[in-house]
């Protein structure tokens, strides 16, 4: 049973949010921006009426793919509330599924996970001409771009919150590990694309690395745009948790 403030919290998590994000570059926003990590840190699953997924989720299916594969969404997300300044909702990934590498153009973002274990790649793009070496050969025709590769973690519902600004961490990959997962999601201010904030994903290029052990981070490397993967899409679904009003 969710705890007896629960109800509570995720309205003060929205309400913080907002307060947060009204001025992102006013001289409060740091200390705004610690108070919503501290809420953020607080929320489980089962304050937003959530369970993890049955073991079916983490079955085989034919012919080694995951059960899921082409008949369900691999990523379902169910929104709590939106405002100009923020949006909030719930991830949830099924096992094995993978939210590719992906940008957050201008925008901070928070995400806690709720249940399951997440491995979660950052990168920060780097500045035109910071480039030591030109890019790799490879087949294709996007545009690629420098980035610094800062870190790979796991991520569990013990976890603090994982943190991305519009220049430190905005580019990040989320895999499901060793089951399902779900992560309660922050993004200020929302993609819309008419306002330059459209997602673009990117594809890491990279060799096999020389030794047995991957290389060491943070590094540099290349990465070029691609479309939508085709084995990617996100669904909807309901939000089962307390109302949020704003």
């Known amino acids: 049973m969710p705890r007896d403030n629960m109800a509570s ?40 009426h959530l369970a993890p997924r049955g073991p079916s989720a983490a079955a085989a299916a034919p012919g080694g793919g995951p059960p899921w594969a082409g008949v369900v969404p691999p990523v379902s997300y169910m929104h709590i509330c939106e405002t100009e300044n923020f949006s909030m909702g719930v991830f949830l990934l099924r096992s094995g599924a993978c939210i590719p590498l992906h940008d957050h ?11 399951g274990t997440l491995r979660i790649a950052c990168m920060d793009t780097l500045p035109a001409g910071a480039a030591a070496a030109p890019p790799p050969p490879v087949a294709g025709s996007g545009p690629c771009l420098r980035a610094l590769f800062r870190s790979r973690q796991h991520y569990t519902p013990a976890s603090p919150p994982c943190l991305l ?5 905005n580019l990040h ?15 200020a201010p929302p993609y819309d694309p008419q306002h330059g904030r459209d997602c673009h ?8 690395p020389a030794g047995a052990e991957p290389p060491a981070l943070p590094r540099e490397v290349w990465l070029m745009e691609t479309p939508q993967a085709a084995d990617f899409w996100c669904g909807g ?3 089962p948790g307390p109302r949020v009003c704003l």
């Open 165 to 169: 600004s519009p220049h430190t961490d």
């Open 173 to 187: 990959q989320i895999d499901a590990v060793d089951g399902p997962a779900a992560f309660l999601d922050i993004l």
């Open 105 to 115: 153009p201008g925008m901070n973002g928070m995400l806690k996970v709720l249940y």
């Open 201 to 208: 994903y990117y594809r890491l290029l990279e060799g096999p």
């Open 9 to 48: 919290l995720i309205q003060r998590v929205a309400r913080q949010a907002r307060i947060t994000f009204r001025s992102p570059a006013g001289p409060a926003f740091g200390e705004n921006l610690h108070r919503l990590q501290q809420l953020l840190d607080e929320v489980r699953a089962e304050d937003l």
């Open 237 to 239: 679904e309901p939000y």
